[in-house]
Structure formats: structure tokens, C-alpha cells
């Protein structure tokens, strides 16, 4: 009788877990730092961003120039650039996915005269272009912005950050 008891007994709590089992869904990881803690280590890498626009709120965003997510990000919000560009300045880093074998690229993109416009030909256009001449020396950049993304968490591609907040 009692193993008829602690039966029922395991059939009945595993009836009452089950759905609370399923109800458990994967978190995307965190954000590691505060919106302020991030404020500050985005103003150390800003100057390495290539920026858009001149509106008050400042939007940062990581993106890699071979990410078909990255580049059609980029591409609405050239769709939209005079009230996005009014309103907001973006500020674009170059963080390579490893997937992507991009370093070769963003070396090209930080190294031109305009960067602006090289961004808009690889990510937009589908340019690939190489520098002709001297090369820049843009790895302390380039290193920059890789340690200010991993003490942000950054994971994705783009991590669109407003006010220090990542934007899901």
C-alpha cells in the first residue's frame, strides 16, 4: 500500500512541476554594466564611432560590416535619415563576429579618409574596396572598442545601446 501511496504521491507532484517546467524560457544574456557604468566606457571609445547625424539623443551601435543584421540595420535607418538624423547622432563601432572574418574589412573602413562613406559602400552597397598606400595603424582603435564591448556584454550584432540602455 505505501509504494502505491509514494507513487501516486510522485505522479501527482510531477503533474503539478510539469507546466511549470515549460513555462521556463532561455534569457537572452545581460547587459553586464549599469546604464551609467556604460555611459562611461562609451565616451572613452566615441571618438573611435563613425557618426551620423547631430540630433540631442545619441544612439550607439555595434555592428560588424559582413552581418546581413547589421547591414539591414544600417540600411533603415538610412531609409529614414533625415528625421533619424534630426532627432538622434548614431554612432556606429566596428566589432568584428568572429563568424564573419571581418578584421581585414574594418581595418579598411577605420582607415579611410572618409569613414563615413566607406561604412555606407561595404554595409549598403556591397563595395569592397582596399586602401591603396600606407596603412593606417587603427589597432589600438579597433582593440579599443573590442574591451569596451565585452565590459558592456555585448553579444550581438548590432547591440543598439540609448541612454546606456540596450534596446531589444
Known sequence: MSNLFSNTLFLLFALFLTPHLHAIEPQEPQQLLSSKETLVV??????????????????????????????YYLSTVFEKRERNFKNSTYYFYLYELESKDSKEIIEEILSADNK????????????????????????????AIAEAAQKIGVYKRPYVLINGKVQR
Do not use: T, W
Open 42 to 71: 562609451i565616451e572613452k571609445i566615441k571618438p573611435y564611432g563613425i557618426s551620423f547625424g547631430n540630433g540631442k539623443r545619441e544612439v550607439h551601435v555595434f555592428i560588424d560590416p559582413y552581418c546581413s543584421v547589421s547591414q
Open 116 to 143: 563615413e562613406q566607406a561604412l555606407k559602400a561595404v554595409m549598403l552597397d556591397n563595395d569592397i574596396f582596399f586602401l591603396e598606400g600606407e596603412e593606417s595603424d587603427v589597432k589600438d582603435e579597433i582593440n
